[in-house]
């Protein structure tokens, strides 16, 4: 056996040892080496597969048109982490990642390509088992506050009483509001769901109980409100913090009396809905700045739940993000994989003024600018560490002495942690005494 | 009304993924090709329902899942599936009544309900 065989067979020897399936395909798309984790996944014996149409082997979402290796070969690059699915003779459909590059002979000549996949299968079986036991009716949170609403929902839903949800914009409290009334008796029947802070308040007090024909000028004929629409099932009031004392009192009937006078009517109208009520302020404070009638707020607050700031769950933030990923990936027909080890980091160290709603913004950001793959520090907006890559290097001049560097690390890390010093020793992994040295040594002090 | 699921010349590499149909219609002893037909495979149900509508009874096509195969074989369509070439080959060849030289390799006998000589 010459050197060049003995070569070989070993190489055969380590391909065929590794867990990925493997091929190589000729210049006319044959297939020249096929290793056993190939025979495995795609469920081709290797002796049907050599000297064959690697499209008529693989049986891939991407063979027709959309080749990856072709790419590969035509561009002279390589391509990695590409999720599709592939076909096997018994008909199931297998989820691949796959990664390709040309092959090239001695003199640089590209003489084909070779590809390796990876079976996802039981990636995708994890995810899914993993999603399933931390989802509930849409809300997403392995967290000890969203286990805790995960717990209680099902219970104040068959409830029937009011329910007030406190928390701060994007925190999801338009899901839970569906949640309960999805679990209620009443699921059958409507849920409607109104922005009291985006109408003015004569125009909020007719869409809400509506109007009788000639009740004002443009009223040709009767318009039932939100009330009658949603009879028998619930009402989701969002913003009620934002509705006038008049129409407070309106509500304090309806939650009192269950019934409502629409504009223009002379007599009253039953009213069987289930009110659900939601704000992002302070309703107590506004009860003690007679901003809010206490009594509509006693009324109101018969349940509450609040709803924890993403910021106070940040270990809900990889799941959340996934999801997230896996609902652009079907809606934008894209095949991002997920977020890079480093945009993960700089997203957990961030606050998110806006909750959930802003994650989700920083993400069909990073869509935009990430083609495939994962989603690295760079595809982030530029808020998120602009002077740094994915590679976790900054780049600094060459002019930069170790002392500058020390003390750059040291401003950036205080100011991504809003000037608080425990959690900037914590990021930075040095003790309070150390932080406090360099506070003093490199002259840093928080901007007025 | 036979069909065969194709991307440009050749038969599409699997169904699952397919935009396009060439069908093929027989009067006689003689066999017509119709203009060709774009398909969705995205919604199944409506797949189905346009299957139904123009009369398709056979259709020939590359890889398919399971699923899919169940779905249209019980609207009774034939389904030749794993197979592979250019589509006047694979049409003259199914004529002839036997397909088995364009069967995918390693792919003979997988859930075909009869062998694909016998489809005509």
Same mark, same amino acid.
């Given at each position: 056996m010459? $050197? =060049? =065989? $003995?070569?070989?067979? =070993?190489?055969?020897? @380590?391909l065929n040892s590794v867990a990925d399936g493997v091929f190589t395909v000729d210049d006319e798309w044959k297939i020249t080496f096929f290793n056993q984790a190939a025979e495995r996944i795609t469920g081709i014996k290797q002796e049907d597969a050599l000297g064959n149409m690697c499209r008529d082997i693989f049986h891939s979402s991407i063979c027709d048109g959309s080749c990856t290796l072709r790419q590969c070969i035509e561009k002279d690059c390589s391509i990695t982490n590409k999720s599709i699915f592939i076909i096997t003779p018994d008909g199931n459909k297998v989820p691949v990642s796959i990664s390709a590059s040309p092959l090239k002979d001695d003199?640089?000549? @590209?003489?084909?390509g070779v590809e /390796?996949?990876?079976?996802l299968s039981e990636i995708n079986e994890l995810r899914k088992q993993l999603t399933k036991s931390y989802t509930f009716q849409d809300i997403i949170g392995k967290s000890k506050p969203m286990q805790h609403i995960f717990q209680i929902l099902p219970n104040i839903a068959k409830s029937n009483s009011t329910v007030l949800l406190l928390g701060e914009s994007g925190t999801g409290k338009e899901l839970v509001a569906r949640a309960v009334h999805n679990l209620s008796g009443r699921k059958n029947k409507p849920l409607v769901a109104v922005n009291c802070g985006a109408l003015p308040d004569t125009l909020l007090e007719s869409e809400l109980f509506g109007y009788k024909a000639g009740a004002f000028t443009d009223a040709k004929k009767d318009k039932p409100g939100y009330f009658a629409r949603a009879e028998k099932g619930s009402i989701f009031l969002d913003e009620i913090g934002d509705i006038s004392p008049a129409l407070q009192v309106k509500l304090l009937r309806v939650l009192q009396e269950k019934t409502y006078e629409p504009l223009g009517a002379t007599s009253s109208v039953k009213a069987d809905v289930r009110v659900i009520a939601a704000t992002n302020k302070d309703l107590e404070a506004m009860v003690r700045e007679e901003k809010f009638r206490n009594d509509l707020y006693y009324r109101l607050n018969v349940i509450q739940l609040k709803m924890p700031p993403l910021r106070e769950r940040k270990e809900d933030i990889p799941l959340l993000a996934d999801h997230i990923i896996q609902r652009f990936n079907s809606i934008k027909g894209k095949n991002i994989l997920g977020l890079s080890q480093h945009a993960l980091a700089l997203l957990m160290k961030?606050?998110?003024p806006g909750n959930v709603r802003e994650l989700e913004n920083?993400? #069909?950001y990073a869509f935009i600018l990430c083609e495939e793959g994962l989603i690295l520090a760079e595809h982030l907006p530029e808020k998120f560490a602009p002077r740094f890559t994915d590679s976790g290097t900054k780049h600094i001049s060459s002019n930069f002495t170790l002392d500058e560097v020390k003390k750059q690390a040291v401003l950036d890390a205080l100011e991504r942690n809003g000037w608080k010093r425990m959690a900037t020793c914590r990021e930075l992994g040095i003790s309070k005494g150390t932080l406090r040295r360099m506070i003093e040594q490199y002259q840093i002090s928080e901007p007025k | 009304m036979l069909a065969?699921? /194709?991307? #440009?010349e050749r038969i599409s590499s699997i169904f699952d993924n397919s935009n396009e149909l060439v069908l093929v219609s027989r009067k006689g002893e003689q066999w017509i090709k119709q203009p060709r037909m774009k398909i969705s495979t995205h919604c199944i149900e409506g797949l189905v329902q346009d299957f139904k509508r123009i009369g398709i009874k056979v259709l020939i096509c590359g890889a398919i899942s399971g699923c899919l195969q169940r779905v249209i074989e019980s609207q009774d369509i034939y389904v030749i599936p794993w197979i592979s070439g250019r589509v006047d080959d694979v049409l003259l060849a199914y004529q002839d009544g036997d397909l088995s030289c364009f069967v995918m390799p390693g792919c003979r006998g997988c859930k075909r309900r009869s062998p694909a000589k016998k489809m005509k």
């Open positions: 010459d $050197k =060049q =065989q $003995k070569d070989l067979l =070993q190489t055969n020897i @380590i003199a640089g000549n @590209i003489i084909g /390796v996949f990876r079976d961030y606050d998110y920083i993400i #069909e | 065969l699921a /194709v991307f #440009e």
